[in-house]
């Protein structure tokens, strides 16, 4: 822990003494507490720091102005990064400003303290608080992992009427985490969600009527569109990166180029990479805003949310096709690339649009790639590969996303709970992932629960999400063959012969990166369902 002088005692001192006094508090005597004893303790809390008082806040600021009238401290709570080497102004910006600030000096009781008012907020009702604990329950990152408990707190928000608790429960129900998967619970919770306006569920049935969407059903498409921009108006960055691309390409709406760049505009104001390239090859073209937005937000007309019944990837024709930009799921026949091991090469297994939208929705995400350490069954960073990465766990999992992970099942030739989550995969210039298997070892295997609740990793289904201006393909040195880098192209690799033994054969490569940037999906299917 950081030690702080303030003249009267270490900062420990001033945390360890939180005593507040009546209003009749002498300021000198008050300071002197730090040095010495006093039974009279509370313990307020305000913002996560503990709080000390008005009459505290006011000698702390003293002392410290006295003692370092130039002291740099980050101050803003929006936005500590810019704040971080301003001068202190603690007198004119007010006693909280100096407990956000004291909360920079201590990040993890902080977090902690942030951690227990969510749930104590939740455990009283408040709809907003326990959906982000049940997101939080669904990742297992900073609460144990337990979907049925964050199905029953999703539910019990959406009940207030609290659409993004709906929307996620509706994703939860199509997937069937913690809850049995119920399709018809589904819909009815993800239009409710949708008629008020909550972008996930918009999204989600902006994917959804694009999947419907083939040559012989257009309308569909037309719908999709108008989702997507129902909730690209209510500020979702995803939405609105895929409506700019449509406009761009007059996918299930008129073409404009101007509109088109306005919302790639909107995008990249939020944070997204994708949109600056795009706009960045866009440039000479004026951004419009349209006038249905120069105003109030509009939400997506009744007639669009019409009654659908939920696709299946396995039923529809592959001679109908996906409509335009839809999804690719039926595209062209597989190629074999090797008979034994057994390779497979969709050129269109996924869409442009399903692309852009995994690496929109994890760049914010990502990690340092790690390796499974068979000693300690825990992942850690290995100089073999210099990616970065993010799991899809289920606090991410949505409908377009299960809807992704059908298809590959269907191409694996295996059920979708037999798969781990996806795994998003980035590679910069140079970054490269060294030759390995992906079948695991019996002590990999034996290191983690999961590993042997699910057995082995017989089947590999990778997607590359974009294009690579030079590297970033997939070498099999075993079998003197590459794979070039694809935005869209999927790749079926059998990890093991068919009696079940790990074929070493299957050793390959992701190469260096030379030029541009390399994004690649890869789902890895088990010999048995996974329970998560």
């Given at each position: 822990m950081r030690s702080l002088s303030t003249g009267c005692g270490t900062v420990e001192d001033v945390r360890h003494w939180e005593a507040t006094a009546g209003d009749d508090l002498d300021m000198d005597a008050f300071g002197q507490k730090c040095k010495g004893s006093d039974p009279k303790i509370r313990k307020p809390r305000f913002g996560g720091v503990s709080f000390f008082g008005s009459d505290f806040s006011v000698w702390l600021r003293r002392s410290l102005h006295g003692q370092w009238p130039g002291l740099e401290f980050p101050f803003s709570p929006s936005d500590s990064s810019s704040a971080r080497n301003r001068p202190c102004t603690c007198p004119s910006c007010g006693w909280h400003n100096l407990f956000s600030c004291l909360a920079e000096w201590f990040p993890v009781e902080n977090k902690q303290h942030q951690l227990e008012d969510l749930v104590r907020h939740a455990r009283k009702g408040d709809a907003k608080a326990r959906t982000q604990v049940a997101l939080k329950h669904l990742s297992g990152r900073e609460l144990p992992y337990a979907p049925e408990v964050a199905a029953k707190l999703l539910l019990a928000a959406a009940l207030e009427d609290y659409a993004p608790a709906a929307a996620r429960l509706a994703c939860l129900a199509f997937c069937g985490i913690g809850v049995m998967q119920n399709r018809k619970e589904a819909k009815k919770w993800l239009l409710r969600a949708a008629r008020a306006g909550e972008p996930l569920a918009l999204r989600n049935l902006g994917f959804i009527y694009t999947h419907l969407a083939t040559r012989k059903y257009p309308e569909w498409l037309v719908r999709s569109s108008a989702c997507f921009r129902a909730a690209a108006i209510e500020g979702d960055r995803i939405s609105q990166h895929l409506l700019g691309v449509r406009y761009m390409v007059g996918t299930g709406l008129e073409r404009n180029a101007s509109l088109g760049a306005y919302w790639l505009s909107r995008a990249a104001d939020q944070g997204l990479s994708r949109s600056r390239l795009r706009l960045v090859k866009l440039k000479g073209v004026a951004s419009r805003q349209p006038s249905s937005v120069q105003g109030q937000n509009q939400h997506l007309e009744r007639d669009s949310l019409v009654e659908f019944e939920w696709p299946d990837t396995a039923s529809t024709p592959a001679s109908e096709g996906p409509a335009s930009e839809g999804p690719a799921s039926e595209g062209p026949a597989p190629?074999?690339?090797?008979?034994?091991?057994?390779?497979?090469?969709?050129?269109?297994?996924?869409?442009?649009?399903?692309?852009?939208?995994?690496?929109?929705?994890?760049?914010?995400?990502?990690?340092?790639?790690?390796?499974?350490?068979?000693?300690?069954?825990?992942?850690?960073?290995?100089?073999?590969?210099?990616?970065?990465?993010?799991?899809?766990?289920?606090?991410?999992?949505?409908?377009?996303i299960h809807l992704i992970e059908q298809r590959w099942a269907a191409v694996a030739g295996l059920p979708v709970a037999n798969g781990e989550p996806i795994m998003l995969l980035r590679y910069q210039p140079?970054?490269?992932?060294?030759?390995?298997?992906?079948?695991?070892?019996?002590?990999?295997?034996?290191?983690?629960?999961?590993?042997r609740a699910g057995g082995q990793r017989c089947t590999t289904v990778l997607s590359y999400l974009s294009d690579v201006e030079e590297g970033g393909g997939t070498a099999f040195p075993r079998l003197n063959l590459r794979v070039e880098a694809k935005q869209g192209r999927g790749l079926v690799i059998a990890n093991c012969t068919p009696d079940g033994v790990p074929d070493k054969r299957t050793l390959h490569a992701g190469l260096p990166v030379v030029r541009g940037e390399k994004w690649l999906a890869t789902l890895w299917f088990r010999e048995h369902a996974l329970q998560m």
């Open positions: 190629e074999e690339l090797q008979a034994s091991p057994h390779l497979v090469q969709f050129d269109a297994l996924l869409s442009e649009e399903e692309c852009e939208f995994l690496i929109n929705l994890v760049e914010p995400l990502m990690q340092r790639s790690g390796t499974l350490n068979p000693d300690t069954g825990r992942i850690e960073h290995h100089p073999m590969r210099s990616s970065s990465e993010r799991h899809l766990d289920h606090s991410l999992k949505d409908i377009a140079g970054e490269e992932y060294k030759p390995h298997y992906d079948w695991l070892t019996r002590r990999q295997i034996d290191a983690h629960p999961l590993s």
